[in-house]
C-alpha cells in the first residue's frame, strides 16, 4: 500500500505504536494517541482497520479507508460486519473472511474508483 501511495505521489505518515515495525517507505509518528489523531487530521486519508484510530478519524468524518475481517460477523450467510463500522459520510470499508485476503487491487479499486 505505501509503495502504491508514493508512486501516486502521496507521502505517507505512520501512526501507531513506537513498538511496532517501521513501514519502508513510510514517515513514522511516534506520540500519544490524542497526538496521533492531531496528525491524523492533516492527512488527505486514513487507512486503518478497526482501531481507535479509525473510530477517530471517523468521528471527525475525515475520510477514512478501513479493513475489517468478516469471519465472526457473518451468521447464517449474512455479513453483519456493517454493524460494528463507524457511521462516516467519508468512509469506505473492505471486508472479507481472512483480513489477509484483501488484495492491493482491491484497495486500489476502492480508492480510485470514479477518479480517473
Keep these: 500500500i505505501v509503495d502504491f501511495l508514493i508512486e501516486k505521489g502521496y507521502s505517507v505518515i505512520q501512526l501507531g505504536h513506537e513498538s511496532e515495525p517501521e513501514l519502508k517507505g513510510a514517515t513514522k509518528f511516534n506520540g ?28 471527525y468524518k475525515h475520510p477514512v479507508l478501513a ?8 451468521v447464517n450467510g449474512k455479513n453483519y460486519i ?3 463500522q463507524p457511521v462516516n459520510p467519508n468512509a469506505k470499508y473492505l471486508d472479507k473472511k481472512d483480513i489477509n485476503s484483501i488484495s492491493i ?10 477518479s480517473e
Excluded at 32 to 37: A, G, I, K, L, N
Excluded at 68 to 74: A, E, G, L, P, V
Design 67 to 74: 479493513m475489517y475481517c468478516n469471519d465472526y460477523y457473518t
Design 105 to 114: 487491487e482491491d484497495i486500489k479499486e476502492l480508492l480510485w474508483e470514479n
Design 32 to 59: 500519544s494517541f490524542f497526538e496521533s489523531v492531531k496528525e491524523l487530521l492533516k492527512t488527505e486519508l486514513f487507512i486503518g482497520f478497526d482501531s481507535g484510530l479509525t473510530r477517530a478519524a471517523s468521528g
Design 82 to 84: 456493517g454493524n460494528i
